[in-house]
């Protein structure tokens, strides 16, 4: 059992772009991966020529299990698929967005961001847009 969702399909973990948008977007449709950046220069093994990496796992205990016994990584994030997501070129100002966007996010941004078939437009109903 784990405290977040697993990744949504397990076999295409480590198959991602390593680059991606950051952040973002306020919901989530599907979860990726989760990853771990490893920074040689912080103690991280040399792997790439003094080159940031990461390592990709399917469920957040993974990566943090390595995240912590690993010297040099950081705190697990996770790499989320958005098909319908908000876009927020200044503060309060939302764009509703759809086509698929693929970013990294803070883990605990996962907790109540699961898009369902009206929760852009409660959101936007609500914050009186």
């Not at 010297?71 to 994030?77: Q, Y």
């Not at 996962?110 to 929760?119: I, V």
């Amino acid at each position: 059992m784990s405290n977040f969702p697993i990744a949504s399909d397990e076999s295409m973990v480590g198959e991602y772009p390593a680059l991606s948008k950051s952040g973002g977007g306020y919901f989530y449709d599907d979860i990726l991966e989760y990853r771990v950046w490893c920074r040689p220069w912080l103690g991280a093994p040399d792997e790439f020529e003094g080159e940031i990496y990461y390592y990709p796992f399917s469920t957040y205990e993974q990566a943090l299990e390595f995240s912590q016994a690993t010297e040099g990584a950081e705190d697990p994030l996770v790499l989320i698929r958005q098909i319908e997501w908000l876009d927020e070129p200044e503060e309060n100002t939302f764009i509703h967005k759809k086509g698929e966007r693929i970013t990294e996010w803070l883990v605990e941004w996962l907790e109540g961001s699961k898009r369902k078939s009206n929760t852009i437009k409660n959101f936007l109903n609500n914050a009186n847009v």
